[in-house]
């Protein structure tokens, strides 16, 4: 027995499943009084001699319940949200229905058609629009589950990229710098400010216009989105003219390639989405500049 191993190496009092293989896999390299008891040999991995390493998840299993009910409390407060914004915006969602079809229409009548991938221009437009559509839906979404300051952050890369198109057309697009603001479309540039604060959440009036709310016992700030129609809809009828804007691009792009032009359906479509946005304030009139700030 190797006594002045064992008298500077002791069993730890309560040792857990590891640190015990750990000991016993040191003890038989040192000393030999003693195998080391099959309950904990079946875990040893022979070839490494390395201690199985027990299954831990959570240091309660209590949390797993706990998330599952923060999770659904979320999901509740978006679902309402939806409802809400579904009655208050059914005009918004129709013009965004319609230019989804639109786009929709464009992409179909093209679809399997080669691309000439071999202009660097070109390939970057595909890419830069194909990026737009990923995203449309989810940021209307975000919208409408009153997810306002993400939803901000989704409208602040639709303008990067209208303005990042403008400057592929004006041939000075370079890698790796922001798109300029005061190439984004319709004189945008005054949205900037507000969707880079929400972005980077350095506003902290415009947050908490968002995210407060106040009651009788006093002001909070929400963890769950609270619905918000002036908030919702501004950035919903900001979101569909982007949307626009890329139906617009998309025309003049395929346009330019295929030598697609529109039908009259679609520039009805394209005149109602423009009618019923001055309505609601981000045009004065058909092709005008944006009047309304978010």
Not at 125 to 135: D, R
Request: charged residues 25%.
């Amino acid at each position: 027995m190797n006594k002045e191993w064992h008298s500077k190496n002791k069993m730890q009092p309560k040792a857990t499943l590891n640190e015990r293989i750990d000991w016993h896999l040191r003890h038989q390299k040192n000393c030999a009084c003693r195998e080391m008891p099959k309950s904990l040999a079946k875990y040893v991995n022979a070839s490494r001699e390395k201690p199985f390493k027990e299954p831990h998840y959570f240091i309660d299993s209590g949390y797993i319940a706990i998330g599952k009910n923060y999770a659904t409390h979320q999901q509740q407060a978006q679902s309402h949200n939806l409802q809400e914004s579904s009655v208050d915006m059914q005009e918004l969602q129709a013009a965004h229905t319609l230019l989804l079809g639109v786009i929709g229409a464009i992409l179909e009548e093209h679809d399997g058609k080669k691309i000439p991938a071999s202009e660097e221009a070109i390939s970057r437009k595909f890419v830069i629009t194909a990026v737009l559509i990923q995203g449309i839906l989810l940021c209307e979404q975000t919208i409408l589950c009153g997810l306002y300051v993400q939803a901000g952050a989704l409208i602040r890369q639709e303008f990067d990229a209208l303005a990042a198109l403008s400057e592929i057309r004006q041939g000075k697009r370079k890698d790796g710098i922001t798109p300029n603001a005061k190439n984004a479309p319709w004189k945008g540039k005054r949205h900037y400010g507000e969707l880079s604060s929400l972005t980077h959440l350095s506003d902290h009036k415009i947050l908490d216009t968002l995210i407060g709310y106040n009651t009788s016992w006093g002001d909070f700030a929400s963890t769950v989105p609270q619905y918000q129609k002036i908030n919702g809809t501004r950035l919903y009828a900001t979101h569909i003219a982007y949307v626009l804007a890329l139906v617009e691009e998309l025309l003049g792009f395929y346009g330019e390639i295929y030598d697609y032009a529109s039908d009259q359906r679609e520039k009805d479509v394209i005149d109602n989405a423009y009618s019923i946005l001055i309505k609601y304030g981000i045009f004065k009139e058909p092709g005008t500049t944006p009047i309304t700030s978010l």
